[in-house]
């Protein structure tokens, strides 16, 4: 569409500004240099502060700074290509497109984030088709552009949430709520017992298998948007429980630049409380190192301590 086309014009011709800058960087003998400007810390998320926004500075001269400065150059030159010929590719192929390079897939997903932020545009707008790890179950058909239809009340085990969002055409469920599981483990045991066919279980079911990918938190989001049913989440008492629950409903600091998109701010917390564990005498374990850090960045998020019930069952911890 216009929109799109116009979005896509906006896109490249801040990737040619930036290249121009570096070719002329390079004509004058100046330092090669990529500004990129971040979140310095949580109190932005999900609202559009801009005193908390830092700059990272990324200079080619520079030992630490040369290799994600080629990063980002190397990538910039694959999205043009992409944009310009109306093709897409994954972030697995630009993995495998020089592994020398970027050592390890977490890499290239650490980048892209970065030239979110540095050409302010979606991850989906990039021509990089997002892969999904999620899944879905229960009461709804998705209808994608292509004409295929998808049954989610047709499966044993869940339906792999679709690889472009953007595809999507239209829902169509008679589902009175959308369950969102944190585990798999959780999300097959519901479906082996039964419950979605029940006749008083009318509902859609979601996982990430744990911390949700982008593509699976964008099918929340347009489900959301769509269905204007309530959306509950059910996560593990503790803190990396507690962390997935949020990016659900406030969105990630990484990210927040595309958090409106993202996140779904009326999202209830069904459980499991960490003041559940003591009223209802379940089962705890000690938390770990990691558990203390966790929790320590959860208690210095705005969105927590502006929320007398989450800041309650945080402190708890």
């Known amino acids: 569409d216009d929109i799109g086309n116009e979005r896509t014009k906006l896109i490249l011709m801040r990737i040619e500004n930036i290249i121009l800058n570096v070719v002329n960087s390079i004509c004058n003998n100046?330092?090669?240099?990529?500004?990129?400007?971040?979140?310095?810390?949580?109190?932005?998320?999900?609202?559009?502060?801009?005193?908390?926004?830092?700059?990272?500075?990324?200079?080619?001269?520079?030992?630490?700074?040369?290799?994600?400065?080629?990063?980002?150059?190397?990538?910039?030159?694959?999205?043009?290509?992409?944009?310009?010929?109306?093709?897409?590719?994954?972030?697995?192929?630009?993995?495998?497109?020089?592994?020398?390079?970027?050592?390890?897939?977490?890499?290239?997903?650490?980048?892209?984030?970065?030239?979110?932020?540095?050409?302010?545009?979606?991850?989906?707008?990039?021509?990089?088709?997002?892969?999904?790890?999620?899944?879905?179950?229960?009461?709804?058909?998705?209808?994608?552009?292509?004409?295929?239809?998808?049954?989610?009340?047709?499966?044993?085990?869940?339906?792999?949430?679709?690889?472009?969002?953007?595809?999507?055409?239209?829902?169509?469920s008679k589902a009175k709520y959308i369950l969102i599981v944190e585990k798999n483990a959780s999300f097959q045991k519901i479906i082996n017992e039964g419950l979605l066919k029940k006749n008083k279980c009318t509902f859609v079911m979601i996982t990430g298998k744990g911390f949700p990918d982008i593509n699976t938190r964008l099918f929340v989001k347009q489900l959301s948007c769509k269905l204007n049913i309530p959306i509950l989440v059910l996560v593990d008492a503790n803190p990396f429980g507690i962390e997935i629950m949020c990016v659900y409903r406030f969105g990630s600091n990484s990210m927040v630049h595309q958090n409106e998109m993202l996140c779904v701010p009326s999202i209830k917390w069904l459980g499991v409380y960490p003041t559940d564990i003591e009223s209802l005498n379940l089962p705890s374990i000690a938390l770990t190192n990691l558990d203390q850090d966790r929790l320590k960045s959860l208690l210095k998020r705005s969105y927590i301590n502006s929320n007398h019930k989450l800041l309650q069952q945080v402190s708890l911890k």
């Open 30 to 172: 100046n330092k090669l240099v990529i500004n990129l400007t971040k979140l310095s810390n949580w109190s932005g998320c999900i609202y559009n502060d801009k005193n908390h926004m830092t700059t990272k500075t990324l200079q080619f001269q520079t030992k630490r700074s040369r290799i994600n400065f080629t990063i980002i150059i190397y990538l910039l030159s694959k999205i043009y290509k992409n944009l310009m010929t109306k093709k897409s590719c994954t972030t697995r192929e630009l993995y495998y497109g020089d592994t020398i390079l970027f050592k390890h897939s977490n890499i290239v997903r650490k980048a892209l984030i970065d030239i979110c932020c540095l050409l302010g545009a979606k991850s989906w707008e990039l021509g990089i088709t997002l892969t999904s790890s999620g899944l879905v179950a229960g009461n709804l058909k998705i209808y994608m552009s292509n004409g295929k239809i998808l049954d989610c009340s047709d499966t044993n085990e869940g339906i792999q949430i679709p690889q472009d969002i953007l595809e999507i055409d239209n829902f169509e």
